[in-house]
């Protein structure tokens, strides 16, 4: 694995923390649509040979990751007027010490964990446990349905990284399908607590979810 | 040559189904042809299949494990013989008495297709995927065509208990295909490793199967889904859910244990016991009815009961090494299998004549029909003397086989077993037989004799044409099977052969030949005795009955069903308590006053629903986990994940 890859992890962590530590909605989907350039440029740092159908599915990923999800949940913002996330279940200094004790548990795990060779000094493992627990952790210490979805987003850039780690190309593509998948899944979270709310689908309504 | 016939019948049975969904009504008027046309081709295969060799007919499946392979095997085409001749009558019946004008006219006929088609698929599946995967289709159209008059609360119910229980029982059936799997390696029907009946796999599988079958087969304690079931369909349905969906679950008692070359004696025990419960019980109960086709269905119980004791016998026997006691109860269970389907079919139709004529199921409602409609009480008659067991008719050779078996234990060697046949199956089917007789003397008596008891009932009209043609080819079977069954007996012999490998079914022939002296001579006495009671009677004058000192005849004097089955139901009412709703203290001047009485099925309404409440209030608890909020689920799958993981670890 070269070096760059592994840098472009290491923001990955980084980024993980910010989301967790921050109160404004509009920056947490910013560094979301962050991570999502960046893991879509992962590949091509891990695929030896700069092929069309690569360079297709970076520009895809990136373009659904860093440009489509975001502005959707931009708009959601604009039309809820929800911009902080107020009163967590977990406070942002315990959920940030919660998010590095299990970076450094993921590290710590993907050492005891019988990897193939190429992938052992690699922070691909590690990188991707611990985003899916920082997703994790998100998703269940915050009360707004936008922080949710970022949630759920987090949790499949961990379920990417994962991905990547699985040779050849062709399961990349099984990367962008989840992300579609999770596309999907975002607006049916957003519709489906409306609905539950109001029991209606009218998303004027959605602004009542103020509090 | 037998499997493709049979396959065509059972596809043009689809086709007549999928007919009834296309637009239009010259589709609508194919649906009886195409069923009458299936039934004459499938009739036509399993005469070849109990004569000739088993055939097998094998198609592409894309399902894994599954084939579509269907086997006509003797065995198969005796269980499908009834299934193609009740479908094609119940089809005809159903042109008038469910006309297209109807309401759900294109429901009830798209399903009766399916339903039809998919039971000859069961009983010819050779592929166990197959079987599941047909048995499933029958399930689902049998519970569509329950639900038929679902604007009705008490329809809905019937169907909703239709379906879970059958579906309880699929998953044991699921469990017993898997350990045949496990066992054979092979997903066809295949014998069995020697010896495994006594392995933990061999008893898993008969407890299993006893389960499942006898939950499909309506054996007691198992019945809870079928009275409601069979009174809520139209009466076709009835008749083809009463007459061969519930052998189904016989067939597959049967298709088991044949897989097996020996059987431990509890199993066959148990059957012997739960039918005799099923028999005795389930006559009981049908005698305290008093909703016609209720009081049909649990008569079926009845006759499962005999069917399964019969075959109860036929195991024990076999097992001790009995074999011509075994042969001659195998032949018996199997010959009222038959029998069965055609009397009971005949009996529904009638009662579905009756319900067309009076609009009512009430018995306590009809009354005085015979004059009115004198096909539908003939038609009614012979089947209510078929299922009693009583000479001419088929319903005495099986039973008489059975009856016949039991008291062969007397003779058998080392029979410390035996005293269970001589002492427990011979009175049980007396008792069976003289119970069912009262029963059909209540139910005959106050539809057909007497006085109408309602306005309805008093201007009743005979039924269309197309109904009582439909009856004509059961009662016609049930007279031929009763006078000459020696026709029968290369067919049972093969059969019996089938079902249980390496019985000697020589005394076969004999005791059919006894059968059919003992129907013949009943036919010539009563030929005599009608002639001399004709003879006597024109000699003499004729003047109306006493009548008590009561000036004129009302209606309402006369015996209600329930008045004229007191006597016998307050005998098991330890098994049955009534509910019974009556003024308690009459004051001096009487104000109007009720009565009503009930019999509440014993398993299901005092056992099953009251326990099934419990588990409810229980279940109430579990609620404090169900918060609404989604972080609380998504932490206790992260926990549940998490415990997981380190048990799996560990």
């Known amino acids: 694995m070269p070096p760059i890859a592994d840098s472009i992890l290491i923001i990955l962590l980084l980024t993980n923390f910010f989301i967790l530590g921050t109160a404004s909605l509009r920056a947490a989907i910013r560094v979301i649509a962050l991570q999502g350039i960046l893991l879509a440029l992962l590949p091509l740092f891990v695929e030896t040979h ?59 795990f993907a050492d005891q964990l019988p990897l193939a060779i190429d992938h052992r000094s690699s922070l691909f493992v590690p990188a991707a446990l611990a985003t899916l627990l920082a ?65 209606s689908l009218d998303t004027e309504k959605l602004s009542s979810l103020r509090e | 040559m037998s499997a493709l016939l049979y396959a065509t019948g059972a596809l043009l049975f689809v086709m007549s189904g ?8 010259p589709a609508l008027r194919l649906t009886p042809l195409f069923m009458v046309l299936g039934a004459i081709t499938g009739l036509a295969s399993c005469a070849l299949g109990m004569t000739g060799a088993a055939r097998t007919l094998a198609l592409p499946w894309l399902i894994p494990g599954g084939a579509l392979t269907i086997t006509v095997d003797a065995l198969s085409a005796f269980f499908a013989t009834p299934v193609f001749l009740l479908a094609g009558a119940g089809a005809v019946f159903a042109e008038r008495y469910w006309p297209l004008d109807r309401r759900s006219a294109r429901h009830v006929r798209a399903f009766f297709g399916v339903l039809t088609g998919a039971l000859v698929t069961v009983l010819a599946a050779a592929n166990t995927i197959l079987f599941l995967a047909a048995w499933e289709v029958v399930t689902i159209a049998a519970f569509f065509l329950v639900a038929t008059e679902h604007e009705n609360q008490a329809s809905r119910q019937s169907a909703w208990l239709y379906l879970a229980a059958s579906h309880v029982a699929m998953l044991a059936l699921f469990a017993v295909i898997g350990l045949l799997h496990a066992s054979t390696e092979s997903w066809a029907f295949e014998a069995l490793p020697a010896g495994i009946a006594a392995l933990p796999t061999g008893r898993a599988i008969f407890a299993l199967a006893l389960f499942g079958f006898g939950i499909k087969s309506g054996l007691m304690p198992f019945h809870v889904w079928l009275p409601g079931a069979h009174a809520a369909a139209p009466a076709h349905v009835s008749a083809v859910m009463s007459g061969v969906v519930v052998k189904m679950g016989i067939y597959g008692f049967i298709r088991v244990i044949s897989l097996f070359d020996t059987v431990p004696v509890a199993f066959g025990t148990t059957l012997l016991v739960l039918g005799i419960i099923s028999s005795v019980l389930g006559v009981a109960l049908a005698l305290a009815q008093h909703d016609l086709k209720r009081l049909l269905a649990y008569h079926t119980i009845e006759n499962i009961g005999i069917i399964v004791s019969g075959l109860g016998v036929g195991l024990l026997a076999r097992a001790h090494g009995a074999s011509w006691i075994a042969a001659l109860a195998f032949a018996g269970a199997l010959l009222h299998v038959w029998n069965h389907g055609l009397f009971k079919a005949l009996l529904f139709l009638s009662a579905g004549s009756v319900i067309h004529a009076t609009h009512t199921r009430e018995i306590d409602r009809t009354g005085g029909l015979a004059r009115r409609m004198p096909h539908t009480a003939l038609a009614f008659l012979i089947g209510a003397v078929a299922i009693c067991g009583l000479p001419p008719l088929n319903g005495f050779v099986s039973e008489l086989l059975i009856y016949l078996a039991s008291i062969g234990g007397v003779n058998a060697a080392g029979a410390d077993w035996s005293w269970l046949l001589v002492f427990g199956v011979a009175p049980a089917l007396a008792l069976t037989g003289a119970l069912a007789l009262a029963c059909f003397v209540k139910a005959f008596g106050a539809i057909f004799l007497g006085l109408p008891r309602s306005e309805r009932a008093a201007h009743a009209n005979e039924s269309p044409v197309a109904m009582r043609v439909a009856m004509v080819p059961l009662a016609l079977a049930c007279a031929a099977i009763g006078l000459a069954p020696t026709l029968l007996a290369p067919i049972l012999e093969r059969v019996t052969r089938d079902a249980a490998p390496g019985l000697t079914s020589a005394g076969l022939a004999h005791m059919l030949n006894g059968a059919q002296s003992v129907s013949i001579a009943t036919v010539v006495a009563v030929a005599i005795a009608f002639a001399i009671v004709s003879i006597l009677a024109s000699r003499r004058s004729s003047a109306p009955t006493w009548d008590c000192g009561y000036a004129t005849a009302a209606p309402r004097a006369q015996y209600t069903a329930s008045s004229l089955a007191q006597s016998i139901a307050s005998v098991f009412s330890w098994a049955m308590p009534p509910d019974v709703h009556s003024p308690r203290k009459l004051p001096l001047f009487p104000e109007k006053a009720s009565f009503g009485s009930h019999v509440p099925d014993p398993v299901l309404d005092r056992a099953l629903l009251p326990a099934i409440r419990h588990a409810m209030r229980l279940a109430t608890l579990a609620r404090w986990a169900q918060g609404g909020r989604v972080q609380f689920y998504l932490v206790s799958i992260g926990l549940t994940l998490v415990v997981l993981l380190v048990w799996s670890a560990l």
């Open chain 1, 50 to 108: 700069l092929t069309f159908r690569l360079v297709a599915i970076v520009a895809m990923t990136a373009g659904i990751k860093g440009l489509a999800i975001p502005s959707f949940l931009f708009k959601a913002i604009r039309d809820v007027h929800i911009h902080h996330e107020i009163e967590p279940y977990l406070g942002y200094i315990p959920s940030l010490f919660l998010c590095a004790v299990g970076t450094a548990g993921a590290l710590l």
């Open chain 1, 135 to 199: 997703g994790f952790l998100v998703l269940t210490t915050r009360r707004k349905a936008i922080s949710q979805v970022a949630g759920y987003l987090m949790l499949e850039n961990g379920i990417y990284v994962f991905g990547l780690l699985l040779y050849q190309s062709m399961l990349v593509e099984v990367g962008v399908l989840l992300d579609l998948v999770v596309g999907i899944f975002v607006m049916g979270i957003v519709l489906n607590h409306i609905q539950r709310e109001f029991s």
């Open chain 2, 18 to 25: 999928v007919a009834a969904l296309l637009p239009g009504r």
